[in-house]
T-cell receptor, first 112, second 116 residues
């Protein structure tokens, strides 16, 4: 799977939008961008994923650039409970490559 | 649904002892994954199963580790003998495949293993 690059940490004020960037410049055409997060002492939690179009669900929005070399996860109104490590993962579909390869992620800290 | 269930949540054992971690995947999911998380190495995939059959165990660190899935609702990860460097949080995850593509993985709460 393609590797990703994320800032190690970010701060965001409570109530503001948190924008988490991810670079995946070597992504292949059949690879999705997935976002998971891990709140302290819990298992990773799925947030959202996309191929090339922007996606939105009840948790977040995912913006993927046209060349697919980078993406941004947006938490529209961050709360203290959004403090977590956020992982951007590029994942091939099919072909048996079914495990997730986690990098170091971004530690997002929501400030009151 | 109760989600992925893991037991025990915490395990403290002495070096040389056998340790068995248990996982119940979400009903209807045909993929099951075991991951390990440490401060030094982060989250690593150890092994995964599809329809109870091990597909890729290349992440299993050594022969002391073994995993089984006797049926669709139960899997074990065994360490024998355990060593202090095995201390970590072990996560189980499950997912279902649709049209041959694995879907979102759902993780359990993890088992925190401490080997003294």
């Amino acid at each position: 799977d393609a590797k990703t690059t994320q800032p190690p940490s970010m701060d965001c004020a409570e109530g503001r939008a948190a924008n988490l960037p991810c670079n995946h410049s070597t992504i292949s055409g059949n690879e999705y961008v997935y976002w998971y997060r891990q709140i302290h002492s819990q298992g990773p939690q799925y947030i959202i994923h996309g191929l090339k179009n922007n996606e939105t669900n009840e948790m977040a929005s995912l913006i993927i650039t046209e060349d697919r070399k980078s993406s941004t996860l947006i938490l529209p109104h961050a709360t203290l409970r959004d403090t977590a490590v956020y992982y951007c993962i590029v994942r091939a579909v099919g072909g048996g490559a079914d495990g997730l390869t986690f990098g170091k992620g971004t530690h997002l800290i929501i400030q009151p | 649904d109760a989600g992925v269930i893991q037991s025990p949540r915490h395990e403290v054992t002495e070096m040389g002892q056998e340790v068995t971690l248990r996982c119940k995947p979400i009903s209807g999911h045909d993929y099951l994954f075991w991951y390990r998380q440490t401060m030094m190495r982060g989250l690593e995939l150890l092994i995964y199963f599809n329809n109870n059959v091990p597909i890729d165990d290349s992440g299993m660190p050594e022969d002391r580790f073994s995993a089984k899935m006797p049926n669709a609702s139960f899997s074990t990860l065994k360490i024998q003998p355990s060593e202090p460097r095995d201390s970590a949080v072990y996560f189980c995850a499950s997912s279902r495949s649709r049209r041959g593509i694995t879907d979102t993985q759902y993780f359990g709460p993890g088992t925190r293993l401490t080997v003294l």
